[in-house]
Nanobody, 125 residues
Framework: VQLQASGGGLVQVGGSLTLSCAAS????????VGWFRQAPGNVREFVAV????????YYADSVKGRFTISRDNAGNTAYLRMSSLKPEDTAVYYC???????????????????WGQGTQVTVSS
């Protein structure tokens, strides 16, 4: 499956953005879909994931209550709705899919098989 992330951009503090992750060559229904981010000089950081088996969603503490992950019913596109954005949310955001379904696995980027190319989110103060 190929993934295409989009929707990034420049936004002011407190603003909102919705990222999209479009799948081709396969369906997202058989995978857990996650979002990670990486700021310059930092390691890739878990942001959010939707487990394919239970449908449960998990979030990093830093984004809980501000970000929402979802997937369309057709199983072709996943979204990350981001609100109340902060300067520390600035990063390249990546979507990825994993055959795993528990939080302990899904919070680890090495458990993901396919990645999108990343989309830049910049939050200005």
């Amino acid at each position: 499956v190929q993934l295409q992330a989009s929707g990034g951009g420049l936004v002011q503090v407190g603003g909102s953005l919705t990222l999209s992750c479009a799948a081709s060559g396969g369906t997202l229904r058989i995978y857990s879909v996650g979002w990670f981010r990486q700021a310059p000089g930092n390691v890739r950081e878990f942001v959010a994931v939707k487990s394919y088996r239970s449908g449960n969603t998990y979030y990093a503490d830093s984004v809980k209550g501000r970000f929402t992950i979802s997937r369309d019913n057709a199983g072709n596109t996943a979204y990350l709705r981001m609100s109340s954005l902060k300067p520390e949310d600035t990063a390249v955001y990546y979507c990825a899919v994993s055959p795993y379904y528990t939080y302990s696995d899904l919070s680890d980027h090495v458990k993901y098989d396919y990645w999108g190319q990343g989309t830049q989110v910049t939050v200005s103060s």
